[in-house]
């Protein structure tokens, strides 16, 4: 069979770099086994998704280089859903429930002060027709919990039904059904709740793998019982472990924090976050990998963290300059033009410059310098003007080229006794104006005579 996973983010806000994880390992796995990937919007809530984040989700997944095979929305499906609901209602496994959330509410707290679970009694199951009838008359509406199959001939009294998976992250696990409430698939106003419509779709769009963060892992107890009920193949279910913020918060979709649109804006590179949303809490080094079929190779599901793993921003920074060290012209071509440098000399500039930029956006800073003429002069001690005006004067004939800063720097050593830094240094900032950046010896030539001799004095 082929392997077919999907992700299934609900388009409430902006992906973040857990969103990412998930989506990653969903990709990664799939494209290493030939297998399909499947992008499915959970929007059944229609309060809270919008088709703009839909739409900004798709691209976010396009910066990365994530392109699903088929993507779904399960607004456009609510057909499959009702059906599935109308199978459980016949064979009374969805049932009316009328109590309101305050109603549930007070039974937890009594529940609590018993020092028991807090689980639903299914008070709703011993309701009479005739009940049911005046609840409706009051204006009433139900809504449906799942009769989960946790007892023998009494529903009110649950046996421990353990639900057992081989995770494929996780290995082996175990959910007892009686300790669970019967879930809820449909809301008063006769909305679904994700449970059932995920089932339904995984059911329906063939998929084998459920990867997912292990936030999930109690709800698969769940949806394996639902998925048995309406005689659909249970898929194999991996959990991976979730990212926080550094301080431990968890990552929201809602809040923006970390989210993939900020971090495309922040200059950061596609690949830098992919490697980082992927190799944080796998054992083994966090480097920056140059695509994702190798960073397919570095995913192995059994090296995968049981806790949290903590997003460090300071990684990503050192991931991000690592891949921008290593980025070939092409690649910033079109970045380099929207900053200005001319075409024709904008490889040599990017060889000269990346290895000072942690971002490509850093190359901007020597655009003025290399290309401009109107930067601010330095302030030079009048013995560093003096070493400046030597070496204007010893500036070798001919075209600059990468060979001139060593033999011009060496004659002026030559003239002058000065080395080390009390040579290079009032040079550097003559010529730049900072007094760090890329090697002079590649500047040189790019700058130019004209220009050089103007900031000699
Ligand atoms: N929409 C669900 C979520 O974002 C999907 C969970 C799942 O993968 O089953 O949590």
Redesign the pocket.
Known sequence: MTVTV?F???PTGHLHIGNLR?ALFNWLFARREGGRFVLRF?DTDAERSRREYADMIETDLGWIGITPDLTVRQSERLALYEAAAAKLRERGLLYACYETADELDRKRKRLAARNLPPVYGRDALRLTEAEREAYAAEGRRPHWRFLLPNFGDDPFSPTRTDIHWDDIIRGPQTVDLASLSDPVLVREDGSFL?TLP?IVDDGELGVTH?I??DD?VT?TGVQAAIFEALGLAVPRFGHHNLLTALGGEGLSKRTGALSLRSLRKAGYEPMAVASLAVLVGLSGSIEAMPDLASLGTRLDFADVSASASKFDPAELDRLNAEIVHGLDYPTVAERLAAMGVPQDRAKPFWDAVRGNCAKVADAAQWVPVVFGDGFSAPNLSEDEQALVRAARDLLPAGAIDAGTWHAWTGAVKEATGRKGKALFMPLRLAITGVDHGPELAALLPLIGRERLLARLG
């Open positions: 999907r299934a983010p609900s998930t959970d994700y995920s459920v997912r963060g999930h709800n």
